[in-house]
């Protein structure tokens, strides 16, 4: 069952979508809708509007759209019912027990349930005279007992099924184990511990659950098994989506958060009372983790490590920093070492005095783009001004600009204007590539294609007609008695638009408010962008009926004929011209 409209629409009228988005995304005015950059993927030219009046919003880059459910799922990484829950529980709604389907919900408790019990069976593991291999290995690294604890640290034994023999214990069936990937399967079909014999760290939400698991091999044994295993996507964890110790961090990074590379990085900094450290979990720096360090501070400093893969992981992260609204820093770590051993070699102070140190992202990427050149030499001289030219053109900030273009041009003894030349060449390139690569993005139709519509190539035509079809039934519920007697949704060419189609009129038959919260639980995000991209369309502003009507009977028609030759190709757009056209000849005619 559904959870009940009315309790529905009190979260929406509680919730309303401006302050909801706003605490996330920077929002701007523009007429009587609003916008700002998307959070859901990087750009500079704001694409994500939001529509106050039908409480929606879509990314014409991205093509993500819905209402407050949607977005807060997307945002806060949660299910359809989730999202429902947290809104709820923010305007302090109780919902009923028994209202709604949540197999799903229940799926996910279960794994949390395995996974916090798992964590307890590691850590009282490692605190047990079996696991000592392990504490020793902790303490050796320099970390007190306090500290293990506090991160709930443990130990896998090196067992085929310890695990898996305690969680059976604890009532939890094979099925649920792999769901939480703390198990595996082998091809002959028995069950084994994913984990065995290395130190774990779990790894814990912003919420305080625990969702999967890293586990480090012992020093030596890391070059035939790995050294590091990790917990596989599951229904509770995307390693794209969270960072680890941001369950700590989000309490003491108001002036800033910091990024180290690795969990160890995470805990020497957090036992030295730098508790505002996080780590990426065994990838690369994401988009994702960008958004989620954007949400609780004003200020990231990057700490990654100063070999070659560590530079170009700052430069990856400072690039995708860029549109979060966020203060980069970064630290120049002296000898190479990484956070973790500077912090033990040197202590507290000295690591305190070296983040207060940290430069601007712009100084930093100016360092390093002197590595490998001789600067005593003129011709060297002018490949770095060349590269520096690059990394100042970068800059949006006018008055940054004119600083180390002053400065450099000091240095090395070039003229201002020279150096101020190349960076202004450069800015105006670099624009035409980016408003290329926008137009590209967002001009082109997302539901045209890209996998969300893929079928709309067999007829583009009577795809189009669907689309039209759509946005007035959305603005115009009324008409759908006249389009289900002359319609049915088996004529739909499309299984998108079919789809869309019977959600619209099932609503309208069972009497239900046609909203888009009868559609965040049925359809994906991207999908159900096309539905809001429709809904606040110009398709159904005038003679709706008449366009209804138009539309019908051109896809009757495209039904019959979908495998006849001579189909052209048209456009949205130009299919909404040519109904435009019809309707005038009519109004003439009359």
């Known amino acids: 069952m559904a959870i009940p409209e009315d309790v529905i629409n009190e979260i929406k009228y509680r ?10 995304v920077n929002l701007k005015r523009r007429g009587k809708n609003l916008v700002g950059l998307c959070p859901f993927h990087s750009e500079k030219t704001p694409s994500f509007t939001v529509y106050p009046e039908s409480g929606s919003f879509y990314c014409f880059g ?58 307890k069976f590691f850590h009282g ?53 792999l769901t939480a990937n703390v198990i595996g399967k082998s091809q002959r079909g028995s069950y084994y511990d994913r984990f065995r014999r290395r130190v774990m760290f779990p790894i814990i939400n912003i919420r305080g659950n625990v969702i999967g698991f890293s586990g480090r091999a012992m020093p030596g044994e890391d070059k035939k098994s790995g050294k590091y ?15 680890f110790g941001i369950n700590f961090a989000k309490n003491h990074c108001v002036q800033r ?16 009372g730098f508790c505002n450290a996080v780590a990426p979990l065994g990838t690369a720096f994401t988009s994702e983790q960008a958004n989620l360090i954007a949400r609780y501070t004003n200020e990231i400093v990057l700490m990654l490590d100063a070999d070659a893969a560590g530079q170009k992981a700052v430069k990856r992260a400072s690039e995708l920093l860029k549109n979060t609204g966020l203060n980069v820093r970064v630290v120049i770590i002296p000898d190479g070492k990484d956070p973790d051993e500077y912090i033990k070699k040197n202590g507290a102070e000295r690591f305190s005095a070296l983040l207060e140190g940290a430069v601007s992202d712009i100084e930093y990427k100016l360092l390093t783009a002197a590595d490998g050149i001789d600067l005593d030499a003129d011709d060297g001289k002018l490949k770095y001004l060349a590269k520096a030219a690059e990394v100042i053109a970068s800059s949006e900030d006018i008055m940054t600009r004119d600083i180390y273009i002053g400065r450099l041009s000091d240095k090395y003894g070039v003229s ?72 049915p949704a ?41 539905v809001v991209s429709l809904q606040n369309s110009n398709k159904a502003d005038k003679n709706a009926k008449t366009v209804l009507k138009d539309c019908i009977e051109v896809i009757l028609e495209e039904d019959i004929r979908l495998n006849a030759s001579g189909n052209k190709d048209i456009s949205v757009d130009e299919w909404a011209s040519n109904l435009q056209n019809i309707i005038a000849k009519k109004a003439k005619g009359n």
Request: aromatic share 8%.
């Open 62 to 119: 991205c093509g993500v759209g819905g209402d407050i459910f949607t977005f807060t799922g997307l945002i806060e990484n949660l299910d359809y019912i989730e999202s429902v829950k947290l809104l709820a529980e923010r305007s302090g709604i109780t919902l009923p027990q028994d209202g709604y389907d949540d197999s799903l919900q229940k799926q996910k408790n279960t794994v949390y349930d395995i996974n916090r019990e798992t964590a």
């Open 490 to 530: 088996e004529k739909m060419i499309t299984s998108l638009n079919r789809r869309i189609y019977e959600i619209i009129t099932d609503t309208v038959k069972s009497g239900r408010t046609l909203d888009l919260s009868v559609f965040s639980e049925k359809l994906l995000p991207a999908e159900l962008g096309v």
């Open 416 to 487: 201002r204007t020279a150096l101020t030349s190349k960076v202004e060449d450069l800015r105006k390139k670099n624009y035409r590539q980016a408003k290329k690569r926008e137009i590209t993005d967002i001009v082109r139709p997302k539901y045209a294609g890209d996998g969300i519509n893929s079928e709309r190539r067999r007829s583009p035509k009577g795809a189009a007609a669907e689309e039209t079809l759509i946005a007035v039934l959305l603005n115009h519920p009324d008409f759908c008695e006249y389009a289900i007697d002359k319609l």
């Open 229 to 243: 295993v990790n917990t596989a996507d599951t229904p509770v964890y995307k390693k794209s989506e969270n960072l």
């Open 257 to 272: 958060i910091i990024l180290v590379e690795g969990n160890m990085d995470v805990i020497s900094l957090h036992q030295a």
């Open 15 to 24: 919730n309303e979508i401006e302050p909801v988005i706003s605490q996330y």
């Open 125 to 177: 593991y490692l605190m047990s005279e079996n696991g000592r291999w392990a504490l020793d290995y902790l303490l050796s690294r320099g970390l007190t007992v306090h500290t293990i604890k506090h991160f709930g640290l443990g130990a896998a034994p090196d067992s085929w099924d310890s695990l898996m023999n305690h969680l059976k214990s604890k009532g939890y069936s094979a099925a649920d184990m």
